[in-house]
C-alpha cells in the first residue's frame, strides 16, 4: 500500500502525469460532511499553473467527484475525486527514459521498475500528482475547519530571500499575492530573483512554512506514530521536499535548554506555552499552541541549462538540456499542497483521537 | 497500531523507563540469520550511560533475546528482545505529573491520557525507550551487513560547534571518541562546551548525521512510502528530534537547479553521480549513491535551571528546576539510535524490494 | 483504511450502485505484466445479468482501465479500473431507507452512517461494487497465471440441489453452464428451483466452491496472517457469504484424528498427501496441495414476498414487499467473484513470498 | 506484521512452545481501565490442561504484566503479558522436523523457513500460543464488559455428539463442566466419547459456538474490514479451526430468502429482529442482535496412531506414530479462545466506531 497515506482518514493516490487522469481515494471521511466540487475548487485553482514562477502547461483542473457524496453530503463511503488530464504534450519525453534528467527520478524508476514505468512527465513522479493531495487536502481542512481547526502556509524563502513576516495578519495577507509571500519587502525581491533565472534557464529553491492553529492538546500518538513523524511523511511526499523542522527546528542545536524550552503558563481556564520552539509538538503529541512546521524545498530541476547524464543503453556520457513546460520555482504552487498535507496528517489524528465526530451532524 | 514501525521489518515497542523493562518485538526478519545477545549488546553498549554528557543513572543494560531464535539462528517467527530495568531511582518525580516539566511530554501525555500515564522518569516518553530501538537496529544492521549495506553516523554539531569532518575514514574514526565526533579540532571544544553547560545546570543540542552506503538504486516506494518519508518518521520517534533532512537538505532553498542537481555520469558498468546534493534519494527512491541523512537534537529538556511551569490542579503558577539524573547533551548517546532507525528503514524496504531474501542461507 | 484489502497486492474499492461507477485502485501489482481492457472484460462478462438467476437490470459493463498501464504493460502505479453505471432505475428506492429492506444493510448502515449512507440499490452494499472486486480479480489471476497457479470455481449446491461432481475435468466444465455447475445431473434440478422460486417471489441461497491448482507450499503467514484468514476475510467481503470453510471444514467435527489427518507421502523429487481434508493449508501455510474453500451464500435478501419490517421515524410496524430488479439467486453470478476473491488473496500472499517477481519480465 | 492482528486495538503475538514464554503486546487499550494480574488469571485457568481430554503436560500458567499498567490501571501505553514456560519436554521432539507429522504445520513450515523454524512442539505453531490470545482476550473482555457487551461460548459439537442446548441460561451453565457443554445429556456422550478415542490413541473434532450480547448496532465496516470478515480471520488464527460461519451460516444454502431474512419489528424505542439467521450481522455491520458465530474445530493432530510419512532428507517413506503429551480433543481448551479472539475483534471495532472511549474514567 505505498500509494496509501494515514489510518483513519486515509488518501490513496493515482494516476499519472500524462495519463487519463490524476485522483485520489480519501477513505474515512465522516459521512454527512457536506461536499461539492465547489468545496474543491477553490483549492485546486490555488495550485494551478500561470503564476509568475510556472510553467506554461495550462491546466484548466476540473474537480470531480466520482463517489462517496450523495445529495451534497459525504456518506461515509470512499470519496473518489479526480482531476482529468486535457493539455498533454508528451513530445518532448520521446527520448526519455534512455537519458535519465539530473534532479529527476528518472533513473530511481528506470532500475526499480526495470524500465516499464511511464516516464512521460514525470509519470507518477510529476508534481502534477499533488493535484490529488490538493482535493484530499480540501476535503480534510473542512472537516478541520468545523473542529475550530485552521492552517495557512506561506512562502518563507525562496531564492534566498527569506520572509520576514512574522504576525498571524501578515501571514494571512499572503494569500493574496501570487508568491504567497507574506512579507511586502521581500516580494518584489522575489519576484525579481524568480525573473533572473527563469532568463538563464535555471531554477530556485525555498521553504514554505505551514502553521495550524485551534489543534487541540494530545494529537499524536506514542511512540511511532507522532504527529511530528506523520507529518514529515506526508511532507517528504511531496516532490521536491528534502528537509522538514518543527518549531525551532534545526536551529535547536544551537540553543541551550534553558533558551529552547518553553515554559507553562495558566492561561484562562488552561495551560498555554510562553514561546513554542517545539512548534506545538512536545513527545510527539500536541501541546495545545500553534503546530508550525516548515518543509524546504528545492529547485526544480527541470531546466534549460545543458547538464551531465548518461545514455541508459549504451552507458555513454551524454549532454541533456530539458525541453518540456516546467515552472522555475515550485514554491508558489507548493505552498497549497503543504497545507493540503498538513490538513491530511491533522484529520487523521483528530479522528484517531475522536475529536472529529464519526458522523457530522 | 502506534508503537509499531514499518510494514515488512516491523518493529513493536513496549515497556517503560521505571517500569519492569523496555523492549521490543520485531516481526519480519527472515529466517536464518545467525543471532545471540552477543551481537546486540556492543550497540546497547554504545547507548550507554557513561559518557561525558550523559545521566548519572548506571544502566548496565543487558540485551536478552526471549523468542524468535532457536540454535543460535532466527526462525521467522518474531524476535523479542528485552533490557530489564535496574537502577531505578523515581523518589524525584513524586510531584510529577501535577507539575509538567518544559520541554517535556508531561502536559500533552497529561491531557492525552486523562492522568493515566506512567510519568515516572518520562515514562514512554524516556529516551530509555530507544534502547528498544538499538536492539531492533543490531538486527537490521547485520541483516543488511549481509547485503553489503553499512551505516555509519556521527555528532555532526553539538552545543554550535560543528564537525567539519568529511571523509569516510574521518567519519569511520568517530566511534572512537565518547563524543562520537569525527573532527578532532572541534572534540575539545565541544568537551568544553559540555562541562560548561553541565556546570551552569543548562543543556546542548546538535545535529547527527547518519550516511548509508552500499544502498542499491530503488529502493523506497512512490509516492508515500517513500525511502526520505518513511526514514524521516522513524527518525521523529527518537525524543529530542525536531528535524530531518537528506542530502544537501534546508540548503537547497538557496541553491539554484544548476548547482543543486546531481549530474549523472557512467561508473564501471552503472550510472553514479558526481555530487550527492539528493542525499542518494531521488523521487522518494534510492538512486545508488549514499544515503545522507542530518536529524537535529534539541538539548535536554531536563534542565537544574529553574523554570516557569503551572499546577494541574489548582492552574497556579509555580517554578520548577528539574530534580533526577539527566544528561547534558544527548547527542553522543543517540548517535547509535539514529544509525539503528536509519537501519531498520533500510531493512524494511530491502525486504520490500526482495533484495534481502526471504531466509538467509 | 477499511475499503482496502490487502498488504502488498491491496485493493482499495469505490463506488456506488447508483452513483457515476464503482471501481477499485490496484497496488502491488508489478511492472511489466501485460494488460489491456480485453484481459478483464471476460471475467466481468461471467458476473453479468442475463442469466437464468438474475436480475432484469441490464449491466453493459465495460472495464476501463484509468491509470497504471503504459504500452499495454503495468507499470508498477496503482491500476485504478472501473465501471460506469449506465442502466440505473431508481424510482424503487424513493422510501428507503426509512423502511429499511429485511436481510438488507439497509438498517445497520442507516444508524452507523446517521442517515447519509447512499440508499440507492443498496449502495455500497450492492453486490455491483463486486465488479470491482472481479477487475481486481482478473489482474491477479493473470500474474497468478504466469506463476502456474489457476484457480476455479463452481456452484458446489443451489437451492439444496448439490452438484456431486469431483472430477477436476467435470469441475472444469462447469463454466460452460450460465450456472456453473460441473454436475449435469443436478443442472436441470437446480434451473427447475429457480423457476419455482422466482415464481413465488421468493430467492434461494447455495455453496460456492474453489480450488487453486499450483499453489506452492509456503504461502501464508502465522499466526495471524494465515492464508485461510485472510482468504477467508476476502470472501466474507462478498455480500452473502455467510460461512467459510477449508478442505474437510465443519465436517472435520465429526472425524478422528486418524480420518481427518493428511498422510505424507514422497512425489516425484518432493512430498505430497494422500487426502486433502486440509484443503491445502496447514498451520495457515500452504502445503502444496490444491487450496480447497467452500463459501455459504445466502439467499437473495430482496424478495417480492410481503415481510415486516419498521418505518425508522415512526417505529411503526409496516409491511414490506421488495420492488426492484434483483436476482433470484446470485450464486452462478458470484462463483466468478469467488474466484476474484481467492485470487486476490493468493497474489497477496504470493508477493509477499517473493513468488512472484517485483517486475515480471 | 503477520503476527500483529487487528487496526485500533491490536495484538502482537510472540514466543515458542518449548522456547522462554509466550506472550502478547496489545497497542490500543484505552488509558484508565484497571487491570492487575489477577483480572487475567481466570481466564488462562480456563484454557488450562488438567481437563478430561487435555495433555499431561501440567501448564501452572502464570499471567506476568511486563508494561502498560501503573498503579493498577492501564496507562494508554502498550500491554505486555507472558506467561513463562515451565513444564518443558522436548526430547520427543528430537527427530523432527525430520519427520514431518500428518495434520501439522511441520512441512508447511519447513519449507517456508528453510528448516530455522523452532519445531519443538509446535513451536509457533502450538496451541500454546493461544494463551497469549486469552490474555489480550480478558482484557478485551473487560473493556467490552464496561459498554455492556459480554461474550460466552460453548462446545457445540464434539466427537459427532451436538449440544442441543438453545436458552442462553442454559449455555451459561455450560461454564460449569469441563466440556463446556450446556446440554446436560450429551455431556455423558462426548465423555465417553473422549474415553474411547483416547484408549484407541486417536482424537477428536467438534464445533464452538460463541455469543456476543450487547453489541449496538453499528460495529463493522464495509466493504472489507467486515466484524464477520475480521472475526472470521481471527478464528483462524486458532490453530484447528477449518471453518467459520455466522448465524445460520452454511444452512443459508438451503433456506428460501423468505425463511432466511430476518424481520425487523419495534421494539421499546428501537428496532430488533423477530430471528436471527444473520447472526446480528448484515452486510458486515452489527444490527444490534447478538452475535453468533460457530468454528469447526479439526481433531488434534497429534494421535498415537501410526500414520504415513516423509524422510525430509532422503524422500523416503516412513511411518510415524507421534509421542508426546497431547489432548484428545482441543475442544474444551478452545472455547475460552474462541471467546478471547471474538472479545478482540469487538474491542478493535468497538474502538473504531468510538463505542469506547479513549480514555476510561
Not at 499519472?16 to 460532511?33: F, K, N, Q
Not at 480534510?140 to 520572509?163: V, Y
Not at 512536545?282 to 508550525?292: A, D, K, Q, R
Request: with cysteine; net charge neutral; hydrophobic share 40%.
Amino acid at each position: 500500500m505505498s500509494n496509501t497515506l494515514g489510518k483513519r482518514f486515509t488518501v490513496t493516490s493515482f494516476g499519472e502525469s500524462h495519463g487519463h487522469l490524476v485522483g485520489v481515494v480519501v477513505d474515512g471521511c465522516p459521512a454527512g460532511l457536506a461536499l461539492i466540487e465547489s468545496d474543491i475548487q477553490p483549492e485546486l485553482a490555488r495550485r494551478k499553473s500561470g503564476k509568475p514562477a510556472s510553467t506554461t502547461r495550462l491546466e484548466d483542473d476540473r474537480a470531480q467527484i466520482l463517489s462517496g457524496t450523495h445529495n451534497g453530503y459525504t456518506t461515509g463511503a470512499p470519496l473518489t475525486m479526480v482531476v482529468w488530464n486535457k493539455d498533454i504534450d508528451s513530445s518532448p519525453y520521446g527520448q526519455a527514459p534512455t537519458i535519465p534528467r539530473p534532479g529527476h527520478a528518472d533513473y530511481s524508476a528506470y532500475i526499480k521498475f526495470g524500465g516499464f514505468a511511464d516516464h512521460r512527465g514525470g509519470g507518477r513522479f510529476s508534481g502534477r500528482i499533488t493535484a490529488g493531495f490538493v482535493m484530499a487536502g480540501a476535503v480534510a481542512k473542512k472537516l478541520l475547519s468545523l473542529s475550530g481547526i485552521e492552517i495557512i502556509a506561506h512562502t518563507a524563502e525562496l531564492g534566498g530571500i527569506e520572509s520576514r513576516a512574522a504576525s498571524m495578519d501578515e501571514i494571512l495577507s499572503s494569500r493574496k499575492n501570487e508568491l504567497c509571500c507574506a512579507d511586502m519587502q521581500a516580494l518584489p525581491k522575489m519576484l525579481e530573483a524568480l525573473q533572473e533565472a527563469r532568463q538563464a534557464g535555471d531554477s530556485l529553491g525555498g521553504i514554505i512554512e505551514a502553521i495550524a492553529i485551534g489543534v487541540p492538546t494530545g494529537l499524536g500518538e506514542p511512540v511511532f506514530d507522532n504527529l511530528d513523524g506523520d507529518m514529515s511523511k506526508a511532507l517528504f511526499a511531496i516532490p521536491a521536499v528534502k528537509g522538514v523542522e518543527f518549531g525551532a527546528g534545526f536551529s535547536v542545536a544551537r540553543l541551550k535548554g534553558s533558551q529552547n524550552n518553553d515554559p507553562f503558563l495558566p492561561v484562562q481556564g488552561g495551560v498555554a506555552c510562553s514561546s513554542n520552539n517545539a512548534g506545538g509538538i512536545n513527545g510527539g503529541i500536541s501541546n495545545g499552541m500553534p503546530i508550525t512546521v516548515r518543509a524546504a524545498i528545492k529547485p526544480t530541476p527541470s531546466i534549460g541549462i545543458v547538464q551531465d547524464s548518461v545514455k541508459l543503453d549504451s552507458l555513454e556520457p551524454v549532454k541533456l538540456g530539458v525541453k518540456g513546460r516546467h515552472d522555475t520555482c515550485i514554491v508558489p504552487r507548493a505552498v497549497v499542497v503543504v497545507e493540503a498535507m498538513v490538513a491530511i496528517t491533522l484529520a487523521d489524528f483528530a479522528l484517531r483521537a475522536n475529536f472529529i465526530p464519526g458522523v457530522i451532524k
